[in-house]
C-alpha cells in the first residue's frame, strides 16, 4: 500500500458529502480487515485451511459436519470477540452526527460498527452473536465470555435447543440460504432513496447485497467505493479511494471538517480517484447482473 500523503479526496466528493441529506454506507469484511479479522476469503487457516469458504459455509456442510462448521465459526467468534473497532468503524459512527441522515448497511456478521457506536445497523447476513436451532429457528443464548480456542481451530459439537433438542446452529445467512426479507427490504429502500452511497471494503461478488450500490446509482445517488484493490464495483463508481478504510474514512471526515476530533493515521494508505459521467448508469447496469431472488450466491 503506497503512503496516505497521496491519498487525494476529490473536492466533488467533499461537497458531495457536505450536502447529502442521506448517506448510505454499505460495508463488507474489508472495513473489519484492520480489527485483525479475516476477510472472507482470506478467512481459512489451520483446520480448514483444506477446505473452500463457499463450500463450509453452506447448510449441507453443517448438516454433513456440524462439528467442523460450528468450530469454525466459534473459532471466528473469538476472534471478533478479541477484536476493537477501527479508525473506519469510528469514523463511519462519527459521520452518523455529521449529517442528517445515516443507514449502515453490512455484509459483515460481526458486531464492530455497533461497538464504535453505530446504530440500527442493517446486517444483511446475519450475526456470528446470534445463533439459532437448525430445527426449530429458537434463538440460542451462548454463555458470555471467551472460550480458548486453539490458534489452528477445532470441531466443537453445537449446543442443543433448549426448546426442542435440536442442534444450534450460527445466525448467519449461508450460501443458498435468503436473507432476512425485512433487512433487505430496508437496504434496498435506504439504496434507492440515499443521495451519496459509500461501498467500503467489499468485493461486490455476493448477491444479493452486491445490488446495493447499483440501485442507488440507478436511483441517481453517487457512489464512492473505498478498497486498496480492484473490484467488481469500479466501473459504476462515481469515485474510488485506493486505499485501507482505516486510512481514508477518517481523512475523508477531516476534508469535510466532519472529524474535528479525528485521529487521522499520520501519512500512510493511498488513493485513485475515477470519475464517472453520463455512461454512469449504464454502466452500473451491466455491472448488476446473476441475481437470483434474495438468495445469497456468488457471481
Ligand atoms: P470479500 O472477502 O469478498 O471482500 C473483501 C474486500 O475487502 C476485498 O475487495 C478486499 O480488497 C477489501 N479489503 C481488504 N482489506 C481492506 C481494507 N483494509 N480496507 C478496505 N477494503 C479492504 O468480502 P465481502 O465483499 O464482504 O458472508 O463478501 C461478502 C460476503 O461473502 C461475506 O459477508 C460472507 C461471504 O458470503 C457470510 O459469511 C455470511
Redesign the pocket.
Known amino acids: 500500500m503506497k503512503s496516505q500523503a497521496t491519498i487525494a479526496i476529490p473536492h466533488e466528493l467533499v461537497v458531495a458529502l457536505q450536502q447529502a441529506k442521506h448517506v448510505v454506507v454499505f460495508t ?4 473489519s ?2 480489527s485483525g479479522i479475516p ?4 478467512a481459512l487457516t489451520g483446520l480448514w485451511e483444506r477446505f473452500d ?1 463457499e463450500d463450509l ?1 453452506t447448510p449441507e456442510a453443517f448438516h454433513r459436519e456440524k462439528e467442523l462448521v460450528w468450530g469454525w465459526y466459534e473459532w471466528r467468534r473469538m476472534q471478533v470477540l478479541r477484536s476493537q473497532p477501527n479508525p ?1 468503524h469510528i469514523a463511519i459512527a462519527e459521520l452518523a452526527r455529521q449529517v442528517p441522515r445515516l443507514t449502515v448497511v453490512t ?3 460481526d458486531d464492530l460498527h455497533e461497538r464504535a457506536g453505530s446504530v440500527d445497523v442493517l446486517h444483511l ?2 450475526s456470528l452473536d446470534k445463533p439459532i436451532c437448525a430445527t426449530c429457528g429458537t434463538p440460542h443464548i451462548l454463555p458470555p465470555g471467551f472460550s480458548d480456542e486453539p490458534k489452528g481451530g477445532r470441531r466443537l459439537r453445537p449446543p442443543l435447543c433448549t426448546h426442542c433438542g435440536g442442534s444450534v446452529r450460527p445466525g ?4 443458498g440460504e435468503s436473507l432476512p426479507e425485512h433487512v433487505l427490504d430496508a437496504a434496498f429502500a435506504a439504496a434507492r432513496a440515499c443521495d451519496l452511497l459509500f461501498a ?7 448477491q444479493p ?1 452486491a445490488r446495493i450500490p447499483v440501485l442507488a446509482i440507478q436511483a441517481g445517488a453517487k457512489v464512492l467505493q ?4 480492484a ?1 467488481a464495483l469500479d466501473e459504476a463508481c462515481t469515485w474510488t479511494l485506493r ?4 486510512a481514508v474514512m477518517p481523512r475523508l471526515l477531516l476534508s469535510a471538517q466532519m472529524m474535528p476530533h479525528a485521529a487521522v493515521r499520520g501519512g500512510q494508505g493511498a488513493a485513485d480517484q475515477r470519475g464517472a459521467g453520463p455512461e454512469q448508469g449504464r454502466k452500473a447496469e451491466r455491472a448488476d447482473c446473476q441475481t437470483e431472488g434474495n438468495r ?1 450466491q456468488h457471481r
Request: glycine residues 18%; negative net charge.
Open positions: 463488507g469484511a474489508g472495513v480487515a484492520e476477510t472472507f476469503r482470506d469458504a459455509a473506519a455484509q459483515n456478521v447476513h446475519g448467519v445467512v449461508w450460501f467500503i471494503g467489499t468485493s461486490g461478488l455476493v447485497a473505498v478498497n486498496p484493490t473490484t486505499g485501507a478504510a482505516g445469497h
